[in-house]
């Protein structure tokens, strides 16, 4: 447990990014203190769907296994109009992958596990509950936290601050920032149910239902024989009264004896929600950097919510710890917000997509939707923009961190600032998957038998794959990287620089940036 009342990085919000983002810091070897206002993890599902890309992150943490023995995967999902079918979509999935597209599980499970991790790492981590950061003073060396805890007033000095502390943050509201962007009118009533079923795990949604007329309604199976459901309301609802009990369940009754699921059921949440498309001009603020809702908030269609925010988590504690342990210069920061603003644009602008199509903003797109929806019964190539949701994953091609391309003809897969394609490997007669190997270091992939040496110390790993090493394609490998030798891949996952021939002094340079010093032998 860090000692005294100083702290390289004091963490506002113990929510799953900023546990997450301590654990990172940990296994980086990097102490913080994070500071939670409620007593212990959240109520309700809130944040239910994980992303294949959070499902790794979670795995560089150490808390996949109980992840996916608590959660439910699933790879696709059905969407009607009124009580017709019009679209039944499947994400793409290969049996041998490591993770399923998605996997749904209750964010307090996921808070849970990560602080179960975290207390591995005592000697690294703190998490004081029940207390509040109340005032931020910077100067050029650090930053003097106040937080109310157990009655009293405590000070902590740190050299940085990490905003985790959600979308109504302290932290921003004290630093004078504000989220910019825009937010729909329309709302949705968030339930969760217990009530046993035996449909499978897919993503349900209906538009315009016979049990809740002219209303949008989406159902995701949870653990637990927990149903969540999301209804749209009205315009002209009192949001006060929609989240009434006495209104909501009969909403969901109706429905629930629409779809033929007839088991007793009883209500365990209710909250209500819109949609906003919002996110900070800058994350990184002097000594104070923004994560999570903190930083950006995006519409739950498309589950882009949490999935993003530990995805900032993964972007920000390698680069974060490589500053404090004074390997890499502060400027090394000024990609996390680069790269991260626009991960959030890009999310947002998905997140639009869908919110427009789930709840129209206007008359004109209710049309539209409707149109789509009527064609949609008979017409099977417009099915497909009924679940606008799709999109392609969050790349940093335009980073000021991607090294210049020596491989431009390997193609745009695994092109510097993509995230490095997975693909199963084999090692001693098993199947292997490169991602087990990524999230802490800086990996060197050599494809070939006849590579040089190369040694990178702790903060550099280096596989060899080739026809006569330990660790073997089983052909995804050169499928997914080219024909190009020599790969840089970043601690996050991501591709820095790649070669077709094996450029070492390149290499070595690269690394130097980062205040490491690699050796051709």
């Known amino acids: 447990m860090p000692q005294g009342d100083h702290v390289p990085v004091v963490i506002a919000g113990g929510g799953p990014v900023g546990l997450m983002m301590a654990l990172l810091l ?107 950061v109340t005032g931020v003073q910077q100067d050029e060396h650090g930053a003097c936290v106040s937080i109310q805890t157990g009655g009293q007033c405590r000070e902590l000095r740190a050299d940085w601050v990490l905003a985790c502390d959600g979308g109504r943050s302290t932290v921003r509201e004290l630093s004078g920032l504000s989220l910019q962007g825009m937010q729909y009118e329309g709302r949705y009533v968030i339930v969760d149910i217990r009530q046993k079923s035996q449909r499978a795990t897919e993503r349900l949604a209906w538009f315009d239902p016979p049990s809740n007329p002219g209303s949008t309604l989406l159902m995701h199976r949870q653990p637990d024989d927990v149903w ?35 088991e007793p059921w009883e209500p365990l949440w209710i909250s209500i929600y819109n949609a906003k498309c919002l996110t900070l001009e800058n994350y990184h603020h002097g000594r104070v950097l923004f994560a999570g809702d903190a930083a950006h908030l995006v519409p739950i269609f498309g589950v882009r919510g949490l999935n993003s925010g530990l995805d900032d988590a993964a972007n920000l504690a390698w680069k974060l710890a490589a500053v404090v342990a004074g390997r890499a210069p502060q400027t090394l920061l000024d990609s996390y ?26 008359y004109g797109f209710d049309v539209l939707r409707q149109a789509t929806l009527r064609l949609a019964l008979h017409e099977p190539s417009v ?13 940093y091609r335009d980073s000021a961190l991607n090294l210049p391309d020596g491989a431009p003809e390997a193609g745009w897969q695994a092109a510097p600032g993509m995230p490095a394609p997975e693909c199963e490997l084999r090692q001693d007669g098993r199947s292997r998957h490169l991602s087990e190997w990524l999230g802490q270091q800086f990996t060197v992939l050599m494809l070939g038998d006849d590579m040089p040496a190369f040694d990178g110390g702790p903060h550099v790993q280096v596989l060899r794959i080739g026809a006569q090493t ?20 970043r601690p996050d996952g991501y591709v820095l620089g790649r070669w077709n021939q094996p450029d070492m002094q390149a290499l070595r340079q690269a690394l130097a940036s980062f205040g490491i010093q690699g050796e051709t032998r």
């Open 26 to 132: 940990a296994r980086q070897g990097i102490a913080s203190v994070t500071v939670e206002a409620d007593p212990s993890y959240c109520e309700g599902s809130r944040a239910i769907c994980m992303s294949r890309r959070s499902l790794e992150i979670l795995a560089w943490a150490g808390v996949d296994k109980p992840v996916l023995e608590k959660g439910l995967a699933w790879s696709g999902g059905r969407s009607y109009y009124r009580d017709r079918e019009v679209l039944h979509f499947e994400m793409p999935h290969e049996p041998a992958q490591r993770f399923a597209p998605m996997v749904n599980i209750q964010q307090f499970y996921i808070e849970e596990y990560l602080d179960r991790a975290l207390r591995q790492h005592s000697d690294l981590a703190q998490v004081m509950w029940s207390s509040k």
């Open 228 to 262: 969540r459901i999301d209804y749209q309301i009205r315009d002209d609802e009192d949001p006060a009264e929609a989240v009434k009990p006495e209104n909501v369940l009969p909403r969901v009754r109706s429905h629930l004896e629409m779809i033929g699921e007839n």
């Open 337 to 362: 917000s680069q790269e991260r603003v626009a991960a959030a644009r890009m999310n947002i602008a998905y997140g639009a997509k869908s919110t427009e199509f789930m709840a129209p903003p206007s």
């Open 383 to 395: 099915r497909s923009l009924i679940n606008p949701r799709q999109s392609e994953p969050v790349y």
């Open 470 to 489: 330990a660790l073997r394609d089983t052909g995804q490998l050169r499928q997914r990287y080219g024909h190009a030798q020599l790969y840089l891949i």
